[in-house]
């Protein structure tokens, strides 16, 4: 039995189809692209809406790749306890921030294999923004990334032999 009908003109679906553009687009928008260089450092938005903020609240980790732990904040203090040897040393925070809900990240002596997407998970606000870092050599001002000049090599390379 159908409530109601729902073709491709009627009222409801063209509602719907606005609402999963809305939400589509939103979702993408929450993603922000970094750029840094090798051995340069790159600083990784991240913030509250929520204003009301309780130092003993205050839970976020940032994870790259989902699996990798970079920096933790456990009720508004820094902590590296968990922390991932692959970031020991390079990872800060801003923790005079804390407060007004500024949880960004300050990754130093960037490595090429830093590059990847970085999300810091917010507990309390349920937020979960995220930032895709690329890594680029010293010298290029905006030029291809190292994976970017092996695939460019490799499609070269492949059509060397083809001649």
């Given amino acids: 039995m159908r409530l ?3 073709d491709r003109t009627s009222p409801r679906c063209c509602f719907f189809c606005i609402c999963v553009f809305a939400v589509l687009v939103n979702k993408a928008c929450l993603q922000v692209t970094v750029e840094g260089k090798v051995r340069g450092s790159a600083v990784l938005p991240c913030s509250s809406i929520d204003s009301h903020l309780k130092q ?4 976020v980790y940032w994870r790259h790749n989902s699996s ?3 920096y933790d904040i456990f009720e508004g203090k820094g902590s590296v306890e968990k922390q991932d040897p692959a970031y ?6 801003f923790p005079n921030e804390y407060m007004k809900g500024n949880f960004s990240l300050k990754l130093n002596n ?3 294999n830093d590059a990847g ?3 810091c998970y917010i507990t309390k606000a349920h937020q979960n923004p995220s930032t895709q870092l690329l890594v680029t050599d010293e010298g290029s001002h905006g030029a291809a990334t190292r994976a970017e000049r092996t695939v460019s090599f490799l499609i070269l390379f492949h059509t060397l032999l083809y001649i």
């Fill in 117 to 119: 997407k970085y999300v």
């Fill in 110 to 112: 960037l490595q090429y």
């Fill in 68 to 70: 990798l732990n970079v």
């Fill in 4 to 6: 109601f009908k729902m």
């Fill in 88 to 93: 020991k040393n390079r990872a800060e925070s």
């Fill in 56 to 59: 003993e609240d205050i839970t």
